[in-house]
């Protein structure tokens, strides 16, 4: 965890009282509906379908079980006692009273949180990878870079009204689970040749209804340079992105727009003057940071627990849980823990005050008091040792947290969707749990194999509908709730955009079309370890097609080739 | 009396504000007084603007590039930046790039839909000068003045980054 300074939580307590001078002005009639709308949501306060919803952010993925108290504490005094874990790293609260948040702001800020930036046209909660500083194949610890984000993005005066929201993603690991190819921009920390740290620098990566992976602007740049360097990239946007459509606002559309060799040489051009100027970074400052990192007090350990290795011969069940479910660690003895917040029945990163409860009492026995958020929706315990496993997991699986799924079918991703979302086509929820009923025998899922399922209830993707291995998308027939369906997206490194199957199905024909698609992929795979994706790549999205719609029994008319940009 | 807020006071503004016409075309220039024209106005009337007494400004549209006027410094007592909205940010960057790279040292007035809530952006972006909105109450505007107390970026009023006062020069300053 970074653990605030003097200055850091002064800065965070401002912010509260600026809020909550804001509401009451609001509430008193002296600043206007329009004016309320902007500030409230740099302070992460939608008004949704039927209430505020509050986005509270958790800055880089990682939070200490006493912040996952106080956000049970908030849960249940605030809300109706339970929280929406976002794809983004952040948490939901979907029933808080505007009058109220100025509490929920302070109460956040006791424990060192916030919800600044967290929505609006500004620049957003900074992400990374879910595994940083314990991943296995880890080049550069991004969380350090990711806090010196924080502070530089938090409140910066120049770019608080940016033509629209702006995402920072950072890797630095070779395989990318930050997903750097489709944010605002993508950095990817590494090393040149000398050993010295840098970062490649993507920019116009996006989903939405256009979307795009991000073009490198940028092959090594040095780290001192890294703020001055997003100053450059921040400022061409903010003067040059378009403001006249909000469809076209964001910087992928400039790049586009502008051709990314154009982009790159306006950023060039900015940079010469902003380069070596006071916003270069400073290695006492990477220090100072580094230093206010806590981190585990690891045990030196065999490389292999032999409890564990015992137990998993033992329990077929325990074994299921470990392959999905286990993940390997840079230190001997210990791995990471993904609790799977994907339960049949239960909508996608939802959890209740006492699940926060319990899971931070885990954390505290069996992980240092860390956890983290990944954009999948799950809580992660990152520093488990091997020998505690068994344990963790049979009071995991009393939790309903044990669900062996991760990498699986129904590891799906959802947003929130007509249930909660006024911007809906179609709902989510419902679609996810579905799915998830159909195929809830494990050993099927489990033959099925690694498989991406990620559900959006409108083009704005919130669900990532676009890079998972199979895209359920509403879209809106006639006032009816309609499902399209693609395939072939994938994240990470090989990020891919799904190609659309054909026309779109209806609510209760999803599962049945999932069904066909997995039927199909069983019958063509080379092997086990040929997985779906794989097989959409080797044999092209016709077969699947011809599959689900029977031939020529409905045309397509040619829209299954398009991106799904609706 | 029209009020704006400068040097975080409450002081009388004096000076008239010419905008051009839904057509576009220039207004009038009035015998004596002090006037802020439009760049469109400058550039079309630059010589009767230098001939004429009175003080001079210029203001700058969100979509002017400030580039433009950066020869010209030397003929304005005041530049203001229009904000159509106040959460169009290119007046934010118009502003810092007048102060820290074309070196403006003049009056920075901000005009247009300048709201309390935006001040503290505004004057850490260069801005010294704020006309609000009809309606803002600028004496209780303030107060914005101190909204934070502290700041982590490089700005205008203090280029040293909060980072580079923590760890190099002697112990983190205050705004107050
Ligand atoms: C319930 C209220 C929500 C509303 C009103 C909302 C609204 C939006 C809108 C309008 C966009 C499109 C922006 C653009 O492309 O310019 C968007 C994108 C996005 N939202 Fe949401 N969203 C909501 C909830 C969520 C949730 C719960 C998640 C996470 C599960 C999420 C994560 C994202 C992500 C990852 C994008 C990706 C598109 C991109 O950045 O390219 N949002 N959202
Ligand atoms: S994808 Fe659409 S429906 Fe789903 S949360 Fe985002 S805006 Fe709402």
Request: glycine content about 8%; proline content about 4%; charged content about 25%.
């Amino acid at each position: 965890m970074y653990i605030y300074d003097e200055i850091d939580q002064r800065i965070v307590d401002d912010r509260v009282n600026q809020f909550r001078d804001q509401t009451r002005r609001f509430l008193a009639g002296s600043l206007s509906e329009d004016d309320f709308r902007p500030l409230r949501l740099q302070n992460g306060l939608y008004i949704q379908r039927f209430a505020p919803m509050l986005r509270v952010a958790i800055p880089y993925g990682l939070l200490g079980s006493h912040q996952l108290r106080a956000l049970a504490y908030i849960a249940r005094k605030w809300d109706r006692g339970y929280g929406h874990f976002s794809t983004r790293q952040n948490i939901q609260f979907n029933w808080p009273k505007l009058e109220e948040v100025p509490d929920i702001l302070a109460k956040l800020a006791t424990v060192q949180m916030h919800a600044i930036q967290t929505s609006g046209n500004c620049i957003r909660n900074t992400t990374t990878d879910h595994f940083a500083g314990v991943a296995a194949d880890e080049v550069i610890d991004p969380l350090v870079w990711c806090e010196i984000i924080r502070q530089w993005s938090a409140f910066h005066p120049e770019f608080a009204f940016l033509p629209r929201k702006f995402k920072i993603a950072v890797s630095g690991a070779e395989k990318d689970r930050a997903a750097i190819q489709v944010h605002d921009i993508g950095l990817q920390a590494t090393q040149d040749e000398q050993g010295n740290i840098c970062f490649r620098v993507l920019v116009g990566g996006g989903l939405g209804r256009t979307p795009i992976i991000g073009t490198e602007i940028c092959a090594f740049l040095p780290w001192q340079h890294l703020l001055s360097y997003l100053d450059a990239v921040l400022r061409v946007y903010n003067r040059y992105g378009r403001r006249d459509n909000k469809y076209k606002a964001r910087i992928k559309i400039l790049v586009k727009e502008l051709k990314p060799e154009v982009f790159r040489a306006e950023v060039e051009a900015e940079w010469a003057h902003l380069k070596d100027g006071p916003a270069t970074l400073v290695a006492q400052e990477v220090e100072r940071i580094t230093k206010r990192f806590t981190r585990p007090a690891y045990q030196k350990l065999d490389a292999l627990a032999s409890g564990y290795v015992l137990a998993l011969g033992r329990d077929k069940a325990f074994a299921n849980w470990a392959r999905r479910n286990v993940h390997s660690h840079k230190v001997a003895g210990y791995a990471a823990v993904t609790l799977s917040l994907k339960k049949t029945g239960v909508p996608p990163g939802d959890v209740t005050a006492d699940q926060m409860d319990a899971i931070a009492d885990l954390a505290d026995r069996y992980s240092f008091g860390e956890l983290r958020v990944s954009h999948e929706q799950n809580l992660i315990l990152a520093d488990v040792r091997q020998a505690d496993l068994f344990e963790l997991w049979q009071q995991a699986r009393e939790l309903g947290l044990a669900t062996p799924n991760i990498g699986l079918l129904t590891n799906i991703i959802a947003c929130p969707g007509g249930d909660f979302c006024s911007l809906a086509n179609a709902k989510s929820i419902p679609v996810a749990e579905a799915i998830a009923q159909r195929f809830d025998d494990l050993d099927y899922l489990h033959d099925i194999g690694e498989l991406d399922l990620n559900i959006s209830g409108c083009m704005n993707s919130c669900g990532h509908h676009h890079v998972g291995h199979i895209g359920v998308l509403g879209v809106d027939k006639h006032g009816a709730e309609f499902y399209q369906i693609s395939i072939g997206g994938a994240q990470g490194n090989d990020a891919a955009l799904g190609k659309v199957l054909g026309p779109s199905v209806s609510q209760s024909e999803v599962p049945d079309v999932i069904e066909k698609l997995i039927d199909l992929y069983l019958e063509r795979r080379d092997s086990a370890e040929e997985r779906f994706v794989d097989v959409v790549r080797r044999i092209g999205i016709e077969p699947f097609k011809e599959h689900v719609y029977g031939g020529h029994h409905k045309k397509p008319a040619g829209r299954g080739e398009q991106l799904a940009v609706a | 009396m029209a009020v704006i807020i400068k040097n975080q006071q409450v002081a009388a503004n004096n000076w008239l504000l010419l905008r051009p016409g839904a057509d576009k075309s220039l207004p009038a220039l009035p015998p004596a007084g002090d006037v802020i024209v439009s760049l469109a106005q400058w550039t079309a009337q630059r010589d009767a603007l230098l001939a004429r007494g009175g003080h001079l400004g210029v203001w700058l549209a969100n979509t002017d590039d400030p580039a433009v006027i950066a020869g010209d410094l030397k003929h304005f007592e005041l530049i203001a930046v229009d904000f159509p909205h106040f959460t169009d940010g290119r007046g934010y960057s118009i502003g810092r790039l007048l102060r820290e790279r074309y070196g403006w040292q003049g009056e920075l007035r901000a005009i247009g839909d300048v709201i309390r809530d935006v001040i503290f952006y505004l004057s850490r972006c260069g801005f010294d000068a704020f006309e609000l909105k009809a309606g803002e109450d600028a004496q209780a505007a303030l107060s914005a003045f101190g909204d934070f107390s502290e700041a982590y970026q490089t700005s205008v009023e203090r280029p040293q980054p909060l980072f580079r006062r923590r760890v190099l020069g002697g112990g983190p300053a205050t705004t107050q």
